[in-house]
DNA sequence: TTCGATTTTGAACGGCGTTCAAATATTGAA
DNA sequence: TTCAATATTTGAACGCCGTTCAAAATCGAA
C-alpha cells in the first residue's frame, strides 16, 4: 500500500520493456520482472491478473510507437501515393529489424490469443495506412497490402527470409506495394 | 537397448505429432512425449539431443506435407499461370487454417531459430512455387511474393487479421497474386 | 559365463506461471 | 489516540518445464 497502483503499474511496464529491450522476449518471467521492479511476484498478479496483462501492456506501448514511427516516417501529402506507402512499408520493417524482441514479443511471443480478439492497437496503424491511402481502396484491400508487407518483415526479423540479398526485403517491399496499389486502382 | 534408434525416433516423431494435433503446440513437453512414446526423458536426449531436435524432426515432415498438398492443388500445366498460383496461395492458407497447431510449431512457436539459419525445408515448396511461376522472375520476387501470402495466412492463422467477412483471407491472397504477377511482369 | 560397452533410467537442478494463507500497512470511527 | 476493519504485500508452495547425470540395466563378444 505504498504507490497509487498507476503508478507502480507503469513502473512494472517500463522495468518490463527494459528487461525485454534487453535481454530479450524470453527473460520476461513473473519472478524477474518483480525482482526489477522491487515487489513481489503476488503484487504483480494483483496488478495484472496475468503475465499475460503485461504483455499486452507492453504491446500496446510497442503499436502506439511504431504507429508515431511510421507516421513520421511519411512524406508527407505532397508525395505520390505509393511514396508514402512505400515509405510506411520500409519504415515498419526498419523498426521490426531495431527491436526484434518487441515485434516477437507483438507477433509470435506468449501470445496466448483468445481466439475471437483481434489486437485492438493495430487500429492506428491501419488508420494512419487508410489515411495515407485515400478512401478508394476497400478495407479488404488495405488489410491485405497490410499483410502481405508485414509477411516480408515478419520473416526478415525472424530471420526465416532465404536467399536475403543486400537490401532485398526493402525492394521486396516496394515490388509488393507497387504492385499491389496497381492491382487496387484496377480491380477495386 | 531394445528398439533400432532410426525406429523409435520415427515412433517419437510420430507420437509428438499426435500429441501436437490433438492438444496443441504447447502440449509438446519433454515429459509428456516421453510418456506417450514409452519411454523415459533421458532416452529421449539421447535420441534428439534437445527437444527442439523433435521440433525440428516435426517441421520437417509438417513442411513436406504441405508442399505435397501444395503440388496436389495446382491445377497443371494447362491453366494460366495466375490461376495456378492463386490455387497455391490458397491450398496453404487452407493447410494452415486445418493444422492451426503445426502451423504455430512451423513459424511460431518454440523457434530457438539460431539466427544463420533458414529452415531447408522451405526449398521444396519455393522449387515448386518457381515450377509454377516459370523461368521469369527473379528469385526475389519469387520470395517476395511467398512472404506476401504468408502475411496474410499467418494472420489469418493466427486470428489476428481485423475485419475479416466471410472469405476475405480467399479474396486478399487472390488480390496479392494477381497485383504481384502483374507487377512483376511489367516490373521484373 | 564373464566383462566391457552401450543404453536406459529416474532423481535432481533451477526456473517457470500461478495461488493463497498469513503478515503487514492503512484507514476511519470512537 | 486507540483500535477494529479493510486493503495490500509477501513469500512459500504447487505442479509444470527443459536439461543433466550417476547409477542401474542390458547387450555383444570372448
Redesign the interface.
Known sequence: MRKPHKELKAEILAEAGRLVDGEGARALSARRLAAAAGCSVGTLYNLFEHLDGVVRGLNRETMLRLAETLASADPGDAAPRTDRLEALGRAYLAYGLAHPARWELL??YR?E?P?????GE??AL?SLLRRVAGPEPS???L??LW??????V??AV??????A?EG?EG??IA??I???I???AE?G
Chains 1, 2 share one sequence.
Open positions: 507477433f509470435r501470445l490469443t481466439p475471437e480478439a483481434v489486437p493495430l487500429s491501419l478495407d479488404e484491400a488489410i491485405a499483410a502481405a508487407v508485414h509477411g516480408i515478419e520473416l525472424a530471420r526465416r527470409l532465404p536467399n540479398a532485398a525492394r521486396m515490388l509488393v507497387e504492385a499491389g496497381r492491382g487496387i480491380a
